[in-house]
């Protein structure tokens, strides 16, 4: 006799679908009996210049301390963070990579009767860790591909709790300016919590983007979430961190899990703070291979969405499927956002120069053909 494990689960569950992260190197080496080295991938925003030497140094010296368990609190790293960020360490909480910190905003604030306000074509955790908890998710209709900030506000109702803001945007890598987060912090109620979720601010150059820490003082119902896992380089690793109010923070630590962060991760973060070139070096390769990228889809007659992540949404203007299944072909790995609902485009990683080379002469010879 078999159960319906499904209908056993929570409503909120019972709807969801697993997120389907970017294909693996390997995966795809299985499926199409192609040589992993050949393979290209740019299909999960990865930084492409692998790890930072005092990294690999920091994780060798933690390698013999693997029988101990992680500093459940993250003293040092907290300690850095808060001296970077200009903050108190009590408005510091660390996640498992920045998608624990979402999920833990979800378990505290969410629940029946309530709602979370986010965009269309947002990241996919807004909706998923809103509906695991069975609240309601609010997708606001996007402008332009981006988060349109006064519908956002009038989405806001009674049962709101939080609004999920994403600056970048992933998968659109649109942005919003410092007056429009002003504006619309200015205007949203005391009593819904704003996350502000910053993964690919490093990339960011100018004035163009807001710092989100800059608001926390005025507007203590702001939470800004922050990862290691992209400019940083350390994606394999699963560290994150949010700064908000000390209130904020100490909600948050009661439902983080003991240890959620790992001691390879605490002692990599900590390096990776201090490694002020590397971080450097990762702004000049993506400006070089967003050009690079811009050069070649123009030289294509395609079009894109503008982004200031480490990424581009190309639309082909046609059902970008069967364009994807021609690139795996050729050993290329790109992102198929259909399931964000935007099926004519793929979003591109910025990769190294070689990289973002083979990507666009598979590109033009799958266009020839398909």
Not at 46 to 66: H, I, T, Y
Not at 239 to 248: F, H, I, K, L
Not at 338 to 344: C, D, E, L
Request: proline share 7%; aromatic share 8%.
């Amino acid at each position: 006799m078999t159960c319906d494990f499904l209908a056993l689960a929570v409503p909120g569950v019972q709807k969801l679908f697993p997120y389907v992260p970017g294909k693996p190197v390997d995966e795809l080496a299985r499926e199409l009996d192609l040589d992993p080295a050949g393979i290209v991938k740019l299909a999960s925003n990865e930084n492409p210049l692998g790890p930072s030497p005092r990294v690999l140094e920091a994780l060798r010296g933690e390698l013999a301390e693997l029988t101990r368990y992680p500093d459940g609190s993250g003293y040092l790293l907290k300690a850095r963070l808060a001296e970077r960020c200009g903050v108190a360490t009590a408005q510091i909480t660390l996640g498992n990579g920045s998608n624990d910190i979402l999920d833990l905003v979800a378990r505290a604030w969410l629940a029946p009767g309530f709602n979370a306000v986010f965009s269309e074509h947002a990241f996919a955790v807004y909706p998923i860790s809103t509906q695991a908890v069975g609240a309601e998710g609010r997708a606001v209709p996007a402008k332009d591909y981006g988060h349109d900030l006064e519908a956002m506000l009038a989405a806001i109702d009674t049962d709101t709790r939080v609004v999920f803001l994403a600056n970048p945007n992933n998968p659109t890598g649109t942005w919003f300016g410092p007056d429009a987060l002003e504006r619309f912090l200015a205007r949203v109620p005391a009593q819904v919590l704003v996350v502000l979720d910053e993964a690919y601010i490093e990339y960011a150059s100018g004035d163009d983007l807001p710092d989100g820490l800059r608001y926390l003082a005025r507007y203590p119902n702001l939470l800004v979430s922050r990862t290691f896992s992209k400019a940083y380089g350390l994606a394999a690793l699963r560290v994150g961190y949010a700064v908000s109010a000390p209130e904020v923070a100490a909600v948050l630590n009661r439902v983080r899990q003991p240890f959620n962060v790992n001691s390879l991760a605490l002692a990599a973060a900590c390096a990776a703070l201090e490694d002020a070139a590397y971080l450097a070096e990762g702004r000049r390769i993506n400006d070089a291979g967003m050009a690079q990228l811009e050069a070649g889809l123009s030289g294509l007659d395609l079009s894109w969405i503008p982004s200031k992540g480490n990424f581009i949404a190309v639309d082909f203007g046609r059902d970008a499927a069967p364009i994807n299944a021609a690139l795996l072909r050729e050993g290329v790995i790109v992102r198929p956002v259909a399931g964000y609902g935007m099926p004519t485009f793929l979003r591109v990683s910025i990769g190294l120069p070689e990289e973002n080379a083979r990507f666009l002469a598979a590109l033009q010879k799958v266009l020839a053909s398909v």
